[in-house]
């Protein structure tokens, strides 16, 4: 399996004409080493050469860390003293063949920290932005993977039925949200959360980016929740909406057609056609009911050990579905001042479909 992922790296290193990536923490680093690192003031990089042994720099405190390694590893430890630390990347660098190459590095997350110590130990060398081969390198799960997800959906389906009985009027957003999160947790999240579940009751429904308030819970009032576990890192982000006793006649209906435009996207997702079709059978769905304006977002989003990365699902994206994507499909219609629903859920393509990760009911509930 380590040397799969190293070999998939090494590939489109080639592909992309680089000699060597330099990854500080961050979910590639993880993916390729099984390592969780922070990023804090002390640098830590793996340096990944075309050909030879990946080197890594990092404080003596963690060098033990590196015998749990998915792959075989050289490590670099230095001591408290920054003094010391760029003799621990030179040494890195000269291991690594590292100068006077072309240097992969991820442009979100290499800091100035690391990157001016590489620069100073491999004064020759090119360093380079190189996100989009490494966002490649992730899109497709493997089974390992995809059984994480599979699990991290159960873990917030568990803690979501937990929190139910909590949803009371006059209870506020911010204390079910915080309820949730404690619900999560119990039921076996990894204690890092993929994002602050949102909890959004009435109007405040109607705002997909809403965060939690004081807003007290009303009868009649939409319950939305946006929420998700991890699961060794790997994330689920799950919408579900509700109703606290009877609600609107409106709001039942734009419910039915979520529904729908739900299915519709998940039964859309295939390998072999453009994620943008994905968007397409969903958005129909909405539009032919009247409803086309109130669904201002794209379909969904790829999740694995981020809640937001390749293959984005929107219209116009003609990047071709492939087997072990995984992505979320998340229609929603939204009345401004009044409330709103989304259905969300997880799928991950397979050979012949897409299997979907999430299982809870999508009518909405009345509670
Ligand atoms: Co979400
Ligand atoms: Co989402």
Known sequence: MS???LNKVLR?????????LALNPGPSLVYLTGLHFHLMERPVVLLIPASGEPVMVLPELEASRLEHAR??????????????????????VQAAHLNGVRVGVEATRMRFLELSYLQKSAPGSNFEAADFSLSNLRIAKDREEVEAMRQAA????????ATLPAVKEGISEAELAGELVVQLLRAGSDSELPF???VAFGENSANPHSTPSDRRLKRGDLVLFDWGASCQGYISDITRTFSLGEPDGEFRRIAEIV???NEAGRQAARGGIPAGQVDLAARQEIEKAGYGPYFIHRTGHGIGMEGHEAPYIFAENQQILEEGMA???????YLPGRGGVRIEDNVVITGDGAETLTSLPRELIQL
Do not use: C, H
């Open 259 to 261: 529904k729908a435009a």
């Open 12 to 20: 489109l290193m080639r592909f992309e004409g680089l000699d060597a």
């Open 154 to 161: 159960r873990i917030a389906e568990d803690a979501l039925q």
């Open 71 to 92: 792959l075989p590893l050289r490590a670099f430890p230095y001591a408290d003293n920054p003094a010391t630390w760029e003799n621990a990347f030179r040494q890195a």
């Open 196 to 198: 602050s579940p949102i």
């Open 327 to 333: 992505f979320t499909v998340e229609p929603g219609i």
């Open 3 to 5: 040397t799969d992922r």
